[in-house]
């Protein structure tokens, strides 16, 4: 287990319960083993809940990526939903409230980024701290041509 100051306790293992496997894995998952009702990109294997560098199918060449976590995968698209750098914490990312779930080809999928999954306290809504947010805190480098959201660009 990795204890964060700024994230609470989290983990950098996640479960899988397809096959005859192991329940825990190491994040990254590697790039040879493609489970089912995931799909390949030229990098490596997508699955649920991966957080993915990707173009948008409406850009044109030189235009910024988008961060997104995989809700669905099926055939070869990917459904993502949109993240975007918090500007108090950088380096944490959220979701876009002000973006919609986007059907992304698999081919689009530039890369796996890879992240810790955690939970923060959701203290301006909740000042009791009952309910929390999904948060990745992303522990690679990322290209300058990632979209970080309006308030960071």
């Known amino acids: 287990m990795l204890l964060s100051p700024k994230l609470g306790l989290t983990t950098k293992l996640r479960c899988d319960i397809s096959g005859n ?3 825990l894995r190491a994040w990254p ?3 040879a083993a493609k489970a089912p009702g995931s799909t390949s990109f030229n990098g490596g294997c997508v699955q649920y809940f ?3 560098e990707y173009a948008t199918t409406q850009q044109a060449q030189g235009m910024p990526t988008r961060l997104g976590v995989v809700q669905e ?3 070869g698209s990917l459904l993502v939903v949109p ?3 918090e500007v108090a914490n950088p ?10 779930e986007q059907e992304v080809p698999a081919s ?3 890369q796996l980024v890879e ?3 955690s939970q923060m306290q959701d203290t301006e809504h909740n000042p009791h701290g009952e309910h929390a947010h999904d948060v990745w805190q992303v522990t690679g480098t990322l290209p300058a041509t990632v979209f970080r959201g309006e308030a960071c660009s």
């Open 115 to 117: 992240h810790v999954y």
């Open 73 to 75: 995968v099926t055939g």
């Open 21 to 23: 496997r192991s329940l």
């Open 29 to 31: 998952p590697p790039a």
């Open 50 to 52: 991966d957080v993915v």
């Open 108 to 110: 689009n999928v530039l």
């Open 83 to 85: 993240l975007v750098e």
């Open 91 to 100: 380096g944490i990312w959220v979701t876009d409230d002000a973006a919609e």
